[in-house]
């Protein structure tokens, strides 16, 4: 029903910046709720930024560092990251919700892309 596609990751050095897009298609609604999640090898998938009721949400460990933002038609987010760590390092997931009680879990979710793979070297 509705696809996210993920763009823009890449290998950059630590205290870089990259820039993530992700695009959705298909049976989009501008009442969903969209956020970003990353997961290391190993670990469990952990939330990274949301939006909500034009709120934006952002997990301690990217707060200050990463912004995330939409476009007006709603059909578009972006993922803006400076000040990279080598503890960024991940895949990173659109995700996207019809209805949303908790911003940060990713069982909430209905749709996810595929991923975008961030590296960032020390």
């Known amino acids: 029903q509705v696809q996210l596609v993920e763009s823009g990751g890449g290998l950059v050095q630590a205290g870089g910046s990259l820039r993530l897009s992700c695009a959705a298609s298909g049976r989009t609604s501008s009442r969903y709720a969209m956020g970003w999640f990353r997961q290391a090898p190993g670990k469990e998938r952990e939330f990274v930024a949301a939006w909500r009721g034009y709120i934006a949400y952002y997990a301690d460990s990217v707060k200050g560092r990463f912004t995330i933002s939409r476009t007006n038609a709603k059909n578009t987010v972006y993922l803006q990251m400076n000040s990279l760590k080598p503890e960024d390092t991940a895949v990173y997931y659109c995700?996207?919700?019809?209805?949303?009680?908790?911003?940060?879990?990713?069982?909430?979710?209905?749709?996810w892309g595929q991923g975008t793979q961030v590296t960032v070297s020390s």
């Open positions: 995700a996207a919700a019809g209805q949303l009680t908790s911003y940060d879990s990713p069982k909430e979710y209905d749709y």
